[in-house]
């Protein structure tokens, strides 16, 4: 007699479910995946139209082997979905030398024999006019990096998953979770479901759910900026890379143009504050953030138009150390939580769906994941605010 495949519920359907739905799904789970939202929905951190993927990280070589995977599993679901999700365009990180961001990128990409450029202010200025660099800065460019497409990522994902089975319950909100001696009953859109295991990936929206009382997460609020180019041929991902621009002033992370018009910043420099709840999201900037966006990109970016012609507001759930929360929920029986991002979590989130599935199929997984133990957090209170 053969076992009938797990039941597995996922909630949460942004990029870090819908990858844990495609790969359990692929690997024969009965995979229920809930959301509150739509698929693609822009009101938690999985939309916007671009996110960076780089391979020399910045928060410490011990990605690198998720990067690498990530990179693999990226190319799969592209051939899966049937679309082109991720552009490989270079990456720059922009600033002084001795600036933390750019030491980082140095040590870790010769920690781990990654390729890399780094050019002076002239150098930067012949290959990428775009920027401006002030006297004494460089440029570290990464060309394993690129630009990936969010909504067509989430919705790819999701439509792969429901290719090889999955339930996809959208506009579905969980409203209720409760352990049983079989595994979870959850409660949603009116119904019951009883499944065997839990998959815990609500974002920004952590704190809501019971079982993950003990994990601290905070929701916070992070503003991109489109401002329109003036040649726009020369801010396409062909000639501008994606761009992690380190300034005393004016620190934001930049994506070249995808919609034929605009290039994308997201402001570091301004902070991203913590929200009471998701829900709670503003849907615009203040004028005095707008005025502040357009300061850096009239000093930063002279090839663009400094009045933004489009703002979106996004919410992502960061931990106290800005790493990630991966692995079993503390306290909780056949329960996986992977939440807390800390805005870095997009270019890795293929890799993520696969340690899922490798913790609810065989409650272990070869990718090395210490570093992201959720019983971790509690002992930890260090903060900050960036990345991307
Ligand atoms: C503006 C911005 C720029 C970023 N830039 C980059 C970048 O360039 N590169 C990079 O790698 N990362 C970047 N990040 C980080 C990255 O996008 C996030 O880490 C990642 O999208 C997190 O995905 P998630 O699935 O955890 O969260 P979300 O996408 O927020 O998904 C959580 C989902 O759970 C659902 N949910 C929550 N509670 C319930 C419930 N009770 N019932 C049903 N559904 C529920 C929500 O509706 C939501 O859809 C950026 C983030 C932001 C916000």
Redesign the pocket.
Known sequence: MTASPPRVAI????????MAAWQLAARGAEVLA????GRG?D??????E????RTVYKEGGSYVPLLRRAGELWRELERAAGRALLTMCGGLTIGAPDEPDLRAVRRCAEEAGLPHQILDRTGAAERFPQHRLDPGEIAFLDPNAGV?R?EPS?QGALAVAEAAGARILSY????DLEETSAGWRLR?GGQTHAVDHLVL?????AA??GPLAAIPVEARL???CWFAAREVAAHRPDRLP?AIRRHPEAGF?C?PALDGVAVKI?PHHLGWPVIDS?ADLPRSATPEFAQAASAAVARLLPGLIPQPVRI?T????FTPDEHAAVGPVPGAANATV??G?????????PVFGEIAADLVLRGKTEHDIAALDPRRLSRNSQRSTR??
Request: no cysteine; aromatic share 12%; hydrophobic share 40%.
């Open positions: 909630v949460g359907t942004g990029v870090i479910g819908a809930f959301d509150r939202y929905h009101r938690g951190a999985s939309a916007g671009s996110r960076i993927f990936l969010p989430v579905t909100g969980v409203e949603a990936t609500p974002g920004p929206w809501t759910l992070i503003t991109a994606i992370s994506f997201v998701p979106g996004y919410a992502e759930g992977l939440t991002f800390s805005g870095h979590g997009f270019k890795l989130a990345s991307s």
